[in-house]
C-alpha cells in the first residue's frame, strides 16, 4: 500500500471558511432573534439555530461527514441515547402535577 | 513508493495494527467514543437545567435576564473563529505544512485565552453582584419580581456548574493545543501521522458545540419573557 492511499480527505480551505462565515451569521441572527418577542417560539428558534450550528461543525469541523459508517453511526446513537434520556427524565418531571392523591 | 515514505510509515506504524488506515481510524474513533461520554458528562447538567427551568421557570427568567448578552455573543463569535483556525491547522498537519500548523494552533490558543478573558469579566460582575450561589447570595428585585431568591440562586448554581465545567475544558483543551505545538515544532507530525493533531481538534470542536447550545440556554431565551 502507498502513502498516498491512507492520506485522509483533505478538505479545501474554501469550505471551512464558508462554514465559518454561516457559523458567524447564524449567531447574528440568534442574537437579533433574541430581542424580537416572539412568544414560545423564541426557545424554538433559538434551538433551532443552535442546532443548524452545531450540526455544521460536526459535519465539517470534526470531518463526521467524511469520516467511516461505524463514526458515524456512533453519533447517532450517542443523540439519540441522549434524548431518550432527557425524555425519561422529563416524563417524570412534567407529569407530576397530573395525578392527584386525595387526602394527602 | 519512495524509500523515504516506507521509513516514515514503518516508524509510525505501531506493531498491533495491520496498516496506518486501521491506526489512524482506531485512533479517531476511541476520540468519538471519548467525546460520547463526554456528551452523556454535559447531558446530566443539560437535564438538570430542563427540569428546573420548567419547575422555576420565572426564576430562570430573572436570573437569565441579567446576563449580558453582548459578553455572551463576543464569547461565541470567539470560539468559532478558534475553531476555524483549529480546523485550519489540521488541514496543514494533513497537507505537511507544519510551520503554519504551529501558527494557526497557536491563534487558536490565543482565542482559547481571549474566551476566558471574557469569561472572567463576567464572573467578576457576577461575583461583586453577589450572584454566586451560597451565604452571600442576594438578588434584587426578585420580591418586586414575585419571585422567590432561593430559585433564582437555583439558576446561578446552574450557571456557574455548567460554564465551570466548560470553562475547565477550554483550559484542559489550551494545555493539549500546547502540547501539540511543541511536538509539531519538533516535527512530530506529517501526513502519515497527525492523529493527535485531529484528535485534540476533534476536542476543541466539541468544547465549542458545548457553548453553541449553552449560550441560547442561558443568555438568549429568557430575553423577551418578562411576563
Known sequence: MSVEEHRQHVIPTSIYVGIWAILMVLTATTVFASFIELGDWNIVLALTIATIKATLVVLFFMHLYYSSKLTKVTMIAAIFFLFLLLALSMTDYLTRGWLTNPGH | ?227
Not at chain 2, 460554564?163 to 511536538?183: C, E, K, N, Q, S
Open chain 2, 1 to 227: 513508493m519512495a524509500t523515504s515514505d516506507v521509513e516514515i510509515a514503518e516508524h509510525a506504524l505501531q506493531h498491533h495494527f495491520a496498516d496506518m488506515d486501521q491506526q489512524k481510524e482506531s485512533s479517531t474513533f476511541g476520540m468519538w467514543l471519548f467525546l460520547v461520554t463526554e456528551i452523556m458528562f454535559f447531558g446530566g447538567l443539560f437535564c438538570a437545567y430542563l427540569v428546573y427551568r420548567s419547575t422555576y421557570y420565572q426564576a430562570f427568567v430573572a436570573g437569565s435576564q441579567t446576563m449580558n448578552i453582548w459578553l455572551g455573543a463576543t464569547n461565541t463569535a470567539v470560539l468559532i473563529c478558534s475553531s476555524l483556525s483549529m480546523a485550519l491547522g489540521v488541514r496543514c498537519a494533513q497537507t505537511n505544512r507544519t510551520k503554519m500548523m504551529v501558527v494557526l494552533l497557536l491563534i487558536t490558543i490565543v482565542f482559547g485565552f481571549a474566551f476566558l478573558g471574557i469569561k472572567a469579566v463576567e464572573y467578576h460582575e457576577h461575583w461583586t453582584n453577589h450572584q454566586f450561589p451560597g451565604p452571600n447570595f442576594q438578588f434584587e428585585g426578585a420580591d418586586a419580581a414575585g419571585v422567590n431568591a432561593q430559585n433564582i440562586q437555583i439558576y446561578f448554581s446552574l450557571y456557574w456548574a455548567m460554564t465551570g465545567l466548560h470553562a475547565l475544558h477550554m483550559i484542559i483543551g489550551i494545555g493539549l493545543v500546547t502540547w501539540i505545538v511543541i511536538a509539531g515544532w519538533r516535527g512530530a507530525y506529517g501526513p502519515d501521522y497527525y492523529s493527535p493533531v485531529e484528535n485534540v481538534g476533534l476536542y476543541w470542536h466539541f468544547v465549542d458545540l458545548v457553548w453553541i447550545y449553552l449560550f441560547p440556554l442561558l443568555y438568549l431565551i429568557s430575553k423577551k419573557h418578562g411576563g
